[in-house]
């Protein structure tokens, strides 16, 4: 069965966006666009809260009239991607999309059967479900060499101590650090 | 002197208690001793070569209660961090200690800032800070820290006090050096360049 994979950019104060969702820090060069797009395509699904879906259905179905061929190839790997998306509130959702609602627990089962590979989910309230119910197998924190002071925590409260065992590590010349962990 | 700070953190940034449950159960903290099951060989190493360039300590109020229970009753000589922690010079800033015990110990009074870019401007190698969280936010703050070593161990703690905590000054950084441990430990040599580069709006 493949795994359920939480991951995001992060500042190094811990925060995936401003107090005002801005991502303008977030620095995606090419070479960091290439790891997402690497990254990217090994998923069979990717699952997605309301604003998360909101952000990306709102520019990636333009993606690839973008000037950069990293950014076009992203794109073209979004665009099919089967995509689940968490919500009480939307009515309908397009490019491949697909609305759940309930128990995420319930939710992922029944993605299990159908999703043998591996899953993202992205979006700090969805994942923060996920993590806090023990069912993410693998954490990709990408962390920018940034303190934003305030915003929304990748992190949820967790009612006990997570042991993590790290198992990759990969510094891109910007400064940023990718660090994957997974639940020891 | 350059002001280097070197900070055990978890992986969602809790600094408090990283060494045992009793370090520091302040605020009804009891997830103390995170740190314990991955301090392995080489974060001792990397620790040693931080202690190898000091010449004089800079404290906030906690951690020097911290160390000065436990660190004047570490006297083997061969130890370096004990003997240069027992020996060396001690600044303290705080607005209620008086009279510290521990050899060495003076306590920074007045304007915080001006006392620490006059400790800055001595002649030496490294004023180095120790845990210290408020201490450290605040040098942050005034843009007085020259570089920030940040050992991550591969724990989500998820209470405590975190070094960075939802209200704070926005800080660029550049990452000058970066290791792993076998344990899992991320080593990460930042320097502080003043406010953030913002840059070009990408959706990821």
Not at chain 1, 21 to 30: C, I
Not at chain 1, 112 to 139: C, H, K, M, T, W
Not at chain 2, 7 to 21: A, E, I, K, N, R
Not at chain 2, 180 to 191: A, E, K, P, Q
């Amino acid at each position: 069965m493949g795994k359920l994979i939480y991951c995001m950019n992060v500042s190094l104060d811990g925060f995936i966006e401003t107090p005002d969702h801005s991502l303008d820090w977030t620095n995606v060069d090419d070479e960091l666009h290439t790891w997402f797009n690497d990254q990217t395509r090994t998923l069979d699904a990717s699952l997605y809260g309301r604003r998360m879906y909101e952000v990306m259905a709102g520019y990636w179905p333009t993606g690839e009239d973008d000037p950069s061929a990293t950014v076009r190839e992203f794109a073209r790997i979004w665009k099919p991607m089967p995509k689940i998306v968490f919500s009480s509130s939307l009515e309908h959702v397009e490019h491949n999309s697909r609305l759940v609602r309930g128990d995420v627990g319930a939710v992922l089962g029944g993605l299990r059967r159908e999703f043998d590979g591996d899953i993202d989910v992205s979006g700090p309230n969805l994942a923060g479900q996920f993590v806090r119910r023990g069912l993410v197998d693998e954490y990709q924190l990408i962390i920018h060499p940034v303190v934003l002071g305030a915003g929304t925590p990748f992190w949820p409260q967790v009612d006990a101590l997570l042991r993590l065992r790290l198992v990759e590590t990969r510094t891109f010349a910007s400064g940023a650090e990718l660090r994957s962990y997974v639940p020891s | 002197m350059q002001l280097t700070v070197t900070t055990f953190l978890s992986v969602d940034g809790v600094y408090q208690g990283p060494g045992g449950p009793d370090e520091d159960r302040s605020g009804g903290f009891d997830r103390g001793g995170w740190l314990v099951p991955h301090f392995d060989e080489a974060t001792g190493q990397f620790m040693d070569s931080i202690f190898q360039r000091v010449d004089a300590f800079l404290l906030g109020r906690r951690t020097y209660d911290i160390f000065a229970a436990s660190w004047p009753n570490a006297t083997d000589p061969d130890d370096a961090v004990a003997s240069r922690l027992n020996t060396l010079p001690k600044y303290v800033a705080s607005t209620t200690l008086k009279d510290p015990e521990w050899a060495n110990t003076s306590v920074l009074e007045g304007d915080l800032v001006s006392a620490v870019r006059e400790l800055k401007g001595r002649d030496g190698r490294e004023l180095q800070v120790h845990g210290s969280g408020a201490l450290v936010r605040f040098l942050l703050e005034n843009d007085l820290v020259d570089r920030l070593n940040l050992l991550v161990f591969p724990v989500v703690v998820g209470a405590g006090r975190r070094l960075f905590p939802d209200s704070g000054i926005a800080t660029g950084l550049a990452l000058d050096e970066s290791r792993t441990t076998g344990s899992g430990v991320t080593v990460s040599v930042y320097r502080p360049t003043g406010r953030p580069q913002f840059g070009e709006v990408e959706v990821n």
